[in-house]
């Protein structure tokens, strides 16, 4: 299957909350702790594209910030590789249900707010 990242000239992920910004940083953080052979394949990226990332999200509208930041989460929550669930609190600093929420308002483009 293939996703189409459709990028807006104005950057709306900057009105997403400090408490939503930092989890995404921990889910992209996340991934390059457990960086394995299929990585490079499930982001379009490289591990050191991935670590700039995390320097730049939410302020670069990058095609590679916006790849490494949805792709995070999106393999965290549903990747073959995904932690359970009652995990990602401790990891990314917020439930399975606020984090797909979160995945869904950064593919909008961050206008709709996290619940």
Same mark, same amino acid.
């Given at each position: 299957?293939? &996703? ?7 950057? !709306? ?6 408490? %939503? $910004? $930092?989890? &995404?940083?921990? /889910?992209?953080? #996340? ?8 990585? +490079?394949? *499930?982001?379009?990226?490289?591990? %050191? ?5 995390? %320097? ?5 509208? /990058? ?5 490494? /930041?949805?792709? !995070?989460?999106?393999? *965290? ?5 995904? +932690?359970?669930? =009652?995990?990602?609190?401790? *990891?990314? =600093?917020?439930? #399975?249900?606020? /984090? ?6 950064? &593919? %909008?483009?961050? !206008?709709?707010? &996290?619940?």
């Amino acid at each position: 299957m293939t &996703v189409r990242i459709e990028m807006q000239e104005e950057n !709306s992920w900057t009105s997403l909350s400090d408490s %939503e $910004q $930092q989890a &995404v940083r921990r /889910a992209m953080a #996340y991934w390059v702790q457990h960086w394995d052979w299929e990585c +490079p394949t *499930l982001f379009g990226l490289d591990r %050191e594209d991935i670590v700039n990332a995390i %320097e730049t999200w939410p302020h670069s509208i /990058a095609t590679t910030t916006s790849r490494a /930041a949805i792709g !995070s989460l999106r393999e *965290l929550l549903f990747g073959a590789s995904t +932690p359970a669930r =009652g995990e990602l609190p401790r *990891l990314i =600093g917020m439930s #399975y249900d606020r /984090a797909r929420d979160l995945l869904h308002a950064i &593919v %909008e483009g961050g !206008s709709q707010r &996290v619940q």
